[in-house]
């Protein structure tokens, strides 16, 4: 073998081998480019998933809160504030209910929040449930009540918006709402499932002088007896 054939060898080795290196080294750079874009991913979705569900409890405070869709209520022009019963005379002067009058008032048959001596209401429900109707519920039960009267709720539902623990109202409307729907902000449609939720605002007050039965039901600790009660003291 002459010293050519083997310097020819010997680039050919050399060769060979900075070609593998090449190969090597770019495969190299494929991989660490890959792990990057995997990571950039996971981190981009995570913050989009991130921004959607705080959209979507943006949503459900927007639309719980919202004063744009109480249904026109004007129970917000009011003289009752709900730590004290007060009644305006006619001649504008402010009269308090004595202790014997308050009593009269206060029945000892109103429970809050129970059935009211088996008396039955209706209430409709639609939306994210199974079984979407027209209900005949005791009086006194609440929204969680129906929504186990129909069913339950699809998996699709977004219970977060609806107060469960609300008190039904005989012809009460409940809407349950779709998970698109809070994350896109169409809340109009179900809030007035809360036209009747004043109870928990220490905000609200009441005309107790204009105030029918199902207006003053709204205030804390008024049941239907107690409602006819104040009727009855406000009319004598």
């Known amino acids: 073998m002459s010293l050519l ?4 060898k010997i680039g050919r080795i050399r060769f060979f081998i900075d070609k593998v290196k090449y190969k090597r080294g770019r495969h190299f750079y494929l991989t660490i480019f890959g792990l990057l874009f995997l990571i950039i991913t996971l981190f981009t979705a995570v913050f989009i998933n991130q921004k959607v569900e705080i959209k979507r409890k943006e949503n459900i ?19 009752f504030y709900p730590d004290e019963i007060k009644i305006i005379a006619d001649d504008g002067k402010e009269e308090y209910p004595g202790p014997g009058n308050l009593e009269d008032i206060k029945n000892s048959n109103d429970s809050e929040g129970l059935p009211q001596n088996g008396n039955t209401i209706k209430a409709y429900i639609c939306g994210e449930v199974k079984n979407p109707g027209v209900y005949e519920i005791e009086d006194g039960a609440r929204i969680i009540d129906l929504l186990e009267l129909a069913g339950g709720q699809d998996e699709n539902a977004c219970l977060e918006i609806v ?18 729907e809070i994350s896109g902000g169409n809340y109009p449609f179900f809030a007035s499932n809360y036209l009747n939720d004043y109870k928990s605002s220490e905000n609200r007050i009441i005309n107790i002088n204009t105030a029918n039965v199902k207006e003053l039901e709204l205030l804390p600790g008024i049941g239907p007896v107690t409602a006819n009660n104040i009727i009855e003291y406000r009319n004598k």
Request: overall charge negative; charged content about 25%; aromatic content about 10%.
């Open 61 to 79: 405070l927007k639309s719980y809160y919202s004063e744009n869709y109480t249904g026109g209520s004007k129970l917000n022009e009011t003289t």
């Open 163 to 180: 107060n469960l623990a609300q008190t039904l109202v005989d012809g009460q409307r409940i809407y349950i709402p779709s998970q698109e």
């Open 5 to 8: 054939d083997v310097k020819e």
